[in-house]
């Protein structure tokens, strides 16, 4: 299968999930252009546990992994919140600056994060949301508790919003998609946890 088709296959099981102000955006990319990337990151030791269960949105991602690039938060890569963390963290990105797919308008991709692992909170200006497709995790907003999610939540976060996420015994694997400002990396922000 092609790179643009097995994003299509990916992005035709993705759409039912999305909220409609996310769908739109996703319905407008140019999948024929996909282009693939490259770049591997220590994080990707667990992409063969994240892609072995029953989520059907694994199946056009196991496709697309040749293709995929791996890269890191240039501002986390700089910071490291832990000394474990970058072994543990990584993105690849579907469609958006840098992606398999040119886009201004949406930035789609995948987060991979170890087992217990802490991702602390950060914000960024762009609103974002995850789609959790395996893997356990808690999230929190704000000072809200933490909660767990499991695979096929859908979770929201409007700009600056501060938001983490910790892994449990097993690895996570998330779709994210980010609207509003793409050039604004996140940042952690320090004593929040």
């Known amino acids: 299968m092609t790179i643009s088709a097995s994003l299509a ?7 039912p999930m999305l909220p ?24 990707c030791r667990f992409w063969p546990t994240v892609t072995a269960g029953a989520s059907p949105l694994l199946a056009p991602l196991v496709s697309l992994a040749p293709a995929l690039g791996w890269v ?20 690849a990105v579907l469609a958006g600056p840098g992606g398999l797919v040119e886009s201004e308008a949406l930035a789609l991709g995948l ?31 704000a000072d809200e508790p933490w909660r767990p999610e499991p695979p096929g939540a859908v979770i929201r976060h409007e700009s600056l919003v501060l938001h983490a996420t910790r892994t449990l015994a097993q690895p996570l694997l998330a779709i994210y998609l980010w609207r509003g400002d793409l050039a604004t990396h996140a940042r952690i922000v320090a004593g929040r946890g």
């Open 72 to 91: 890191q938060n240039p501002n986390y890569v700089a910071r490291p919140p832990d000394p474990d963390f970058l072994e543990n963290y990584g993105y």
């Open 9 to 15: 296959d990916f992005v035709d099981r993705l759409l």
């Open 111 to 141: 987060l991979l994060l170890g087992p217990r692992t802490h991702y602390p909170s950060h914000r960024h200006p762009a609103v974002e949301i995850y789609v959790v497709a395996d893997g356990e995790a808690e999230w929190r907003k």
């Open 20 to 43: 409609a102000d996310f769908a739109a955006p996703v319905r407008a990319l140019d999948l024929p252009a996909a282009v693939a990337k490259q770049g591997r990151l220590p994080v």
